[in-house]
């Protein structure tokens, strides 16, 4: 997944009405304003009530569904249709794009709409994150919030580069799951 595809996909979700926050490795290289490694998806974050519109507009682009996550949570959307809230589309490309759906609650809050660990959410401020891809701004989630979205499971080396960047630039502390020793191999 290119820079020019991730802005390509904002943008055209965007002009329909869709808003996504940008997570993982592009929502990292985002709030460090430059790409860092090269990326095969895209990582979202974004409203269950968009969930129905977003599949069909990016089945018009070309992508289907590649995988339903574990901590997917079937559930029944406006329309009566069933829909999954943690989910890998594709396309031909191999280019992929991973979503989670939330709710907002009645003080702009995100409250997963997947199976997530009790208590788990995403404050207004949380969300109010941007960044930088080749210049464009984009909607992502803060890096306290990347740091908390990377704890509780066994890093990969990418994710250490990812958290030791983001400690680097804005100071903030590593995951509880951070290997020190591996650090000095970054």
Excluded at 64 to 77: A, C, G, P, T
Excluded at 110 to 132: K, M, S, Y
Aim: aromatic fraction near 10%; charge should be negative.
């Amino acid at each position: 997944m290119r820079a020019e595809d991730v802005i390509s996909i904002v943008k055209f979700l965007s002009r329909n009405g869709i808003p996504v926050w940008l997570t993982g490795g592009w929502g990292i290289d985002a709030l460090l304003g430059e790409q860092t490694r090269s990326h095969h998806d895209l990582d979202v974050f974004m409203l269950l009530e968009h969930v129905g519109q977003l599949n069909a507009l990016l089945e018009g682009k070309g992508y289907s569904l590649k995988d339903i996550w574990s901590e997917n949570r079937w559930v029944i959307d406006a329309d009566d249709r069933q829909i999954a809230t943690a989910f890998v589309l594709w396309d031909s490309q191999g280019r992929e794009f991973d979503a989670h759906a939330m709710c907002l609650d009645v003080q702009g809050n995100g409250l997963p709409a997947w199976d997530a660990p009790e208590g788990f959410i995403f404050t207004r401020q949380d969300l109010a994150g941007h960044g930088l891809i080749n210049g464009f701004t984009v909607p992502c989630i803060t890096p306290e919030s990347q740091v908390f979205c990377h704890t509780g499971y066994p890093l990969p080396e990418k994710h250490l580069l990812d958290m030791k960047l983001l400690h680097d630039k804005f100071g903030l502390g590593l995951p509880e799951n951070f290997s020190g020793e591996r650090i000095g191999d970054l």
